[in-house]
């Protein structure tokens, strides 16, 4: 080999090295064989968010927001431990609105005032992230948390007196809890007797109506004060007491019909009775125990256990009635949950905390 042959063949090969060289450096498939970059934490967490299993706020908010394939086959946990099981809310709302007991709108109706507003889902996200991101973390917190307001729980009960009512006072006194008891007309000897035994044993009583009758009290301001004033006389004639407080049989944003006034009609008694000194209460927590003729025992434990949670005032709604046996027997349970949680109880006076639906 002559040495420009060798020369050559040396030049070659070098040229052939430098070439495969940069040839593997330029193509794909050289980054495939490189490790794969660590997925940022937020991705996963944000990731894992939405494949995770739904509360009751997170399908509320789910519900609202527009519907998407992958949201579409998130799975449906909504309610479970609000005792709607298996439900979507608005669906509980639906079938419950033609029910011409008043009570199951009015539980409807809670089921959607006590949850939180929904938030749209993406600023969720965002603040999950911030928090996570925030310079400072533990160093940052005062060293004293802020004082916790005490929490009280009000029980109150509906539509009474009924056959109900002495096992409920027994049990109130057993627990040795007060509570507070929106009563309508009964002019029997037993129904009198009830009234009396409220107060003997240190509640609260509430005027609901006399008639309960929505045609009737919801026709004008008029018809409205002068239901409660029959009520009114018959409890000063009974036990000697004008009670100031009341409750609205549906509540105060009760749906009326365009005939008997709508949403003014509520406006301008709700207005009338501020101004005549009464004091008004809805609630912001439901036992639920409207929901059905018999409301499922557990449901209506599991109810007021999840509509309290985060709040340091209830008003919880509950039933006095002969059929209403499992708000009877929860009873006890929903005392025991709720001073588990740190309440204790009191009755409502016109200067206690209050919940309005609709202010006057
Ligand atoms: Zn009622």
Redesign the pocket.
């Known amino acids: 080999m002559s040495r420009i042959n060798y020369f050559l063949a040396m030049a070659s090969i070098a040229a052939g090295i430098i070439i495969a060289v940069l040839f593997a450096s330029a193509s794909p498939g050289a980054h495939q064989a490189q490790p794969q970059k660590p997925v940022p934490n937020e991705q996963i967490s944000a990731d894992a968010q939405q494949g995770a299993p739904l509360s009751a706020d997170t399908g509320e908010r789910l519900s609202s927001s527009p519907a998407t394939g992958r949201e579409g086959n998130r799975p449906q946990q909504i309610g479970r431990d609000s005792g709607i099981a298996e439900t979507d809310p608005g669906e509980a709302v639906r079938r419950s609105h033609p029910a011409d007991d008043?009570?199951a709108s009015?539980t409807a109706r809670q089921m959607t005032e006590s949850r939180p507003a929904p938030q749209p889902f993406s600023s969720a996200h965002e603040s999950l992230m911030e928090e996570k991101d925030a310079p400072g973390g533990e160093a940052d917190r005062p060293a004293v948390p802020p004082r916790k307001e005490p929490k009280i729980a009000y029980l109150t009960f509906?539509?009474g007196p009924s056959g109900s009512t002495p096992k409920i006072l027994d049990i109130l006194r057993r627990y040795n809890v007060k509570a507070t008891f929106?009563v309508?007309g009964n002019t029997t000897e037993e129904g009198k007797a009830m009234y009396k035994k409220i107060v003997e044993e240190g509640h609260a009583l509430g005027n609901?109506?006399f008639s309960?009758n929505y045609g009737k009290i919801y026709s004008s301001v008029e018809a409205f004060r002068a239901d409660l004033q029959k009520l009114d006389d018959l409890l000063y004639e009974t036990v000697g007491i004008r009670p100031d407080i009341i409750?609205f049989?549906?509540g105060s944003n009760i749906h009326l019909s365009r005939r008997s006034g709508g949403r003014t009609m509520m406006k301008n008694i709700t207005r009338e009775m501020a101004n005549r000194g009464f004091q008004y209460f809805d609630w912001n927590v439901s036992s639920t125990d409207a929901a059905a003729p018999v409301q499922d025992l557990e449901a209506i434990v599991t109810s007021v256990a999840a509509n309290s949670r985060n709040k340091d005032r209830i008003i919880v709604l509950m039933?006095d009635n002969t059929r209403k046996t499992t708000t009877v027997e929860a009873l006890p349970r929903v005392i025991d949950k709720l001073r588990a949680d740190g309440y204790s109880f009191d009755v409502l006076t016109k200067n206690s905390f209050t919940f309005q639906f609709l202010k006057p």
């Open positions: 008043h009570t009015e509906d539509d929106f309508i609901h109506t309960h409750r049989p549906g039933h």
